[in-house]
């Protein structure tokens, strides 16, 4: 089984990817950043978003080695927040942020933007080495 | 692909789908014409379903073994054999391998329509079915439909044997121009449309620009480590190893020099005043720029439904290449077309020492530790370019000269690059070359002994920690089973090819760096890659163009040069009939720092019996290439003298330099400007 975190916000999102690391040196890490959901409905206000987390979900159930998978899911606020250019997700060097949604091989090169997250195919390469 | 479409009833269909809707009268006689018609077609096509009785034909064109079918149509005459024994499954599969475009329709259905009405626009020859006037049989058509190609509604449409889908399907395939290039893939059991092999400059555009066009492609690359275990990602040479991380190291060394130039300006740097570069930093930063790089060819493969394989490929016959993949697994691959894309790598001297203790440039741009003192053995540009920005990285540096510099481009040039680079503090070692290395130390860097000889026999000895050999390039087209195929190839290696690119194997091409007698430029396999994938996908014409293709060697003084050089020029016309027209200027912006004011210089090659047209544009000095690509432009529509000397200069700049020069070379006055 893939390990699954969930997080809101960029502090938490640096805390918990520094236990992360920490605690699961070498293995791959896949960062999520999405925008956040509506504590009523449960839905993320960008509609690429709402279209890519099962799709992510599902690869990450069919991920060749599972054990070796960290995913974390984070949330990047309100439409409002992210929209800002000056929104710390797009502006901090470590995230460097384009798009919601944004789906990272951290410390790689290898991100997806937008539809691209849709597209089961396209997540698949993340796992290959 | 299988979007399932609405069965419209007759006259129900919504006026907006455009389609037309004729009189209940009318629609009757053109049923009743279409019934005959369909009695007498379909009779032929029953013989062949008997001919292939339930021929299992893999339909989304995966590896079937089951050999040529006979596509054409059958002759009306063997239409009289009785129809027996053969399901409703094989007569439909009969159809579909019967016809390029067989579409199966209903008159009632608005879908249909469209569908006739645009095959009827491109002129495509499609074969149409109407299965609501065929009663029961109709009916089981459907649900046969449904089986073979998992989508029952109409239209249907198969092309080449294969299922294409619906009338959304062939629309949008239209708009994005994949529907001409999937009829012309004709018939074949092959896996593929086209196998590219190399996913380098030329492949990748080569392999998308098919599939683009409708082809099922897949596209082959596979990097064989260098002697001292250098690998690097998807993309080729110019972008792991060539022209993207060369331009990064030469930004890095003229920033060098601009930190210095500041200090001229009124900026003072703090601390010590010397900038120095961290190596590893530098290779870091290139490298991980070039990652995201590799990262994006490969999403890009995906998204235009190119299939990637990281195999090394062989081929077993013309149309059969054998993949071995990293951990040696071997796969067989089928292909109607192979583009033949593997560029080249650098070569070695065949001398002691040489594969054990050299690097090429296949290893200089990923060097984890700073190379210190530096022997570029060559004089081409790859040595040259290196040098330079070796030099400029702080670095002793030092060039072996076998003969000339720069072979093949303009001479008056290259020495005046060489120059510049002697100035710099760059050692030429001139007519020597190497016959021996000893390792004196190991390390990273090491030290290395090297051995050489001048031309009169005299001895050259001496340690440097890095030693590169950029003596040349071979083409990767041994080892694949090209010859054993029927690829004819020159003595050096290169793919012998007409001018559409074809090799002396029909179904197999080639382009970019294997190419025989061609520039090796980026730029130019990409435009090879592009114009034969549109003829291969849709039998255009149009061929590349290889005059007056603009190249910039980027040493510390850049020189930009599009056609002829001032040799070739003479050789081509005579010397009477050239015209040099030159001038050396001082850049502005080397004015305060001092610069050099003698390096840069400019010069038009024209010929007077044409009118003064320029055959030969020339420059040496700061960004040339972004001066070189504008003024390509004129050479490509002809340009003359005059036209030069028509445009108005934008001031103060180095380009403005072409205008109204005046001064020739026949004149013998001094080419040395006089100023604003
Ligand atoms: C140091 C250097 C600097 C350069 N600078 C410039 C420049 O500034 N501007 C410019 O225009 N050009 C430059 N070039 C030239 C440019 O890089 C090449 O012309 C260009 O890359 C050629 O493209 P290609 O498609 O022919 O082959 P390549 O880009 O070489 O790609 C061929 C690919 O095929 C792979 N391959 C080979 N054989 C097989 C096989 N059997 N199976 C699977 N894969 C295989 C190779 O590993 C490689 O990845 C430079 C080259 C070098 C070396």
Redesign the pocket.
Known sequence: MVQKYKVEGFEAFEAKLADIQREFAGKTVLVLFSGSKDPKTHQSWCPDCVTAEPVVQACLDKAPEPEQVVFLYVGVGSREFWKDPQCIFRTHQSTQLKAVPTLIKWGSPQRLEESQCNRPDMVEMLFDD | MNRREPLFKQLAGPAEQGTCHLPPLIQDIIILVIIISICVQTLPLLVLAIFNPGSAQDLDGSSSSSSSLKRNQVAPSEAMAPVEGTGVKAKVEGLIKGHTVMVFSKTTCPFCDQIKDLFKQREIQAEYLELDTLGQEGTDIQEALLEISGQKTVPNVFINGKHFGGCSDALSADSSGQLKGRIRAGFHDYQFDTIV???????LVASKECSRLGQKVAV?????PTPLGSTWGLG???VN???IP??LMHQAALLGGNVQDAQMFGWSLSGDSKPSLDWPKMVEAIQSHIGSLNWGYKVALRDKKVKYLN????FVDAHTIKGVNKKGKETEYTAQNFVL????R?KYPDIPGAKELGIT?DDLFSLPYNPGKTLCVGASY?SL?CAGFLKGAGLDTTVMVRSILLRGFDQQMANKIGDYMEEEGVNFIRECVPYKMERVEEGQPGKIKVYAKYNDGTEFTDVFNTVLFAIG?DP?TSG?GLEEVGVKLAKNGKIIHDEAERTSVSNIYA????LQDKA????L?IKQGMLLARRITLGDKLLTHYENIP?TV?TPLEYGCVGLSEEDAEAKYGRDDIEVFHKNFWPLEWTLAKRSEAACYLKLVCRPSEDMKVVGFHYLGPNAGEITQGYAGMMVMGAKKADFDRMVGIHPTNAEWFISMDITKSSGVSPTAAGC
Request: charged residues 20%; aromatic residues 8%; proline residues 4%.
């Open positions: 092999i190399g996913g380098g400059s030329g492949g082959f690359d596979f990097v064989q080729g040479t110019c190893v060539g022209c060369k331009k195999e090394y490929a062989r894309a593997m560029g080249g650098p440039s790859i370019e390039r990767c694949l382009i970019g760096d294997v090796e430029l980026t730029p396999a190249t980027f």
